[in-house]
């Protein structure tokens, strides 16, 4: 067991110290700070005191070192436009994005196992036709066009809901169901199929002739035997709502790491999009580390190694 935590905590670093590789250069790919931050007109000695406060006067390379060097001990930097932490301004935003996705993800996983399991207990018939186009359409349609309409019908038209901000837990349902909308068309298909594997083997067979109930074959024995693929599932699909959450951030002027994420970007805040970047990885490491784990109470048959 504490090897097998050990090499997946050693893979989710490596991905880490990649992406944020990739990052660290692709962002100055996009030009200085400088440009956004100084108005025309600033002197020549405003931008090289800028430059040398910053470490954009080095060269890139060692740039790089440094970066490195601080990110080891848990310094990023200074944010250039907030004027704090870099790390601080990430973490800042995360329990928001956290927030959003348990919601997103409980509601998913609810609704998905409740479709899926009436569709395989009544497949091939109408019901399952139904909950099986219906689920197809949901998991297909993109995010922001969700978003967009959503927002004209439930908060223009009908005016139930707030358009933006997260000042109530009113303003909280259009992102929630905005991120869930897609995973729940994915785990009902997954529930569906693995329930209706479980429900033609012969422990299910079994346990009809007994005389038990089907409420009781389907919650209870069925569903419980059918729970891996649909946890390792849930599982990929939290670790991706990030991309969700970003999607969020911009349509609904909602709160999180997705919105830092497109400050820093639009403001070349170099310090903070990389502080962001870490703390998203490493959440997305210890989620799938969770997920691996839970695998061993689901199913005693898997044995980690």
């Known amino acids: 067991m504490l090897a097998f935590i050990r090499g997946r905590l050693l893979s989710g670093l490596l991905t880490i110290f990649g992406v944020v590789v990739l990052v660290f250069f692709l962002a100055r ?18 931008l090289e005191s800028f430059s040398r406060a910053h470490g954009l006067d080095r060269p890139l390379l060692e740039q790089f070192w440094v970066f490195l060097s601080n990110a080891a001990r848990g310094d990023f930097g200074m944010s250039i436009w907030q004027q704090r932490p870099a790390l601080q301004a990430a973490l800042s935003e995360m329990p928001a994005t956290l927030m959003l996705t348990f919601l997103a993800m409980t509601v998913s996983v609810i609704i998905a196992v409740v479709l899926g399991t009436i569709a395989a207990a009544f497949r091939f018939r109408l019901v399952d036709r139904i909950i099986t186009i219906l689920t197809l359409a949901t998991g297909s349609i993109p995010h922001f066009w969700f978003a967009l309409v959503s927002i004209l019908v439930f908060a223009i038209i009908l005016r139930l809901v707030p358009t933006s901000g997260a000042g109530n837990w009113q303003s909280w349902i259009l992102p929630v169901a905005t991120v869930s909308l897609g995973p729940i068309g994915i785990l009902t298909q997954v529930t569906r199929g693995a329930m209706i594997e479980v429900l033609s083997s012969g422990f299910v067979r079994n346990a009809r002739a007994r005389g038990f109930g089907s409420t009781r074959i389907l919650y209870r024995h069925a569903l419980r035997n059918a729970a891996l693929p649909i946890i390792a599932v849930a599982g990929d699909i939290a670790a991706g709502m990030v991309n969700g959450a970003i999607i969020v951030s911009v349509v609904f002027a909602f709160p999180g790491i997705g919105k830092a994420i497109i400050g820093a970007v639009l ?15 490493i959440a997305v490491v210890l989620l799938n580390l969770i997920i691996d784990l839970i695998y061993v109470v689901v199913d005693p048959r898997v044995r980690l190694s």
């Open 267 to 281: 403001a070349r805040d170099f310090p903070v999009l990389q502080a962001c970047i870490v703390v998203v990885g």
């Open 29 to 46: 790919l996009t030009g200085s700070p400088i440009d956004l931050f100084f108005p025309e007109g600033a002197t020549q000695a405003q």
